[in-house]
């Protein structure tokens, strides 16, 4: 899997782009690529686009080593974010809700899983950026 960051100028929206096939070391270093981004206020609302993977090689111990991972690595004090998964398909949403169920009680953090993009920008509570491109999944 490759991800790739963005940060809006409209908002403080992180959008984290995922492509291509999910693996565990995939995972671990997008949780230390988010730690680095720890604290910063121009990233107080996450959108992980899952619309532009192509599968899942993780099964459920797994998934369930790297978000008991998580948990320790984060820590107690940060600012508050809500991180939205947008998965169009239904084994990505599947995995998404999963993720998100499992990564419950991360403090600071408020996890979600959509199927359509609107529902997240509906969740953080900000317009849809002008910048977002619905087409390509991106801030422009």
């Known amino acids: 899997m490759e991800f790739s960051f963005e940060i809006s100028s409209e908002a403080p929206l992180l959008i984290v782009r995922h492509s291509g096939v999910v693996?565990?070391?995939d995972v671990q270093s997008y949780i230390?690529?988010?730690?680095?981004?720890e604290g910063r206020e121009d990233c107080l609302f996450q959108l992980n686009d899952f619309s532009g993977l192509q599968g899942?090689?993780?099964?459920?111990?797994?998934?369930?080593?790297?978000?008991?991972?998580?948990?320790l690595l984060y820590p107690?004090?940060?600012?508050?974010?809500?991180?939205?998964?947008?998965?169009?398909?239904?084994?990505?949403?599947?995995?998404?809700?999963?993720y998100s169920t499992m990564m419950e009680g991360v403090p600071g953090v408020t996890f979600e899983a959509v199927r359509c993009i609107h529902e997240?920008?509906?969740?953080?509570?900000?317009?849809?950026p002008k910048s977002w491109d619905a087409e390509n999944g991106s801030v422009a």
């Open 23 to 25: 693996v565990k070391q």
């Open 32 to 37: 230390e690529a988010m730690l680095e981004l």
């Open 56 to 71: 899942i090689d993780l099964d459920f111990s797994k998934v369930w080593s790297l978000t008991r991972q998580a948990k």
């Open 76 to 98: 107690d004090s940060r600012l508050p974010v809500r991180c939205a998964f947008y998965a169009p398909t239904d084994i990505v949403f599947g995995f998404a809700r999963m």
């Open 120 to 128: 997240a920008w509906e969740w953080f509570g900000i317009p849809e």
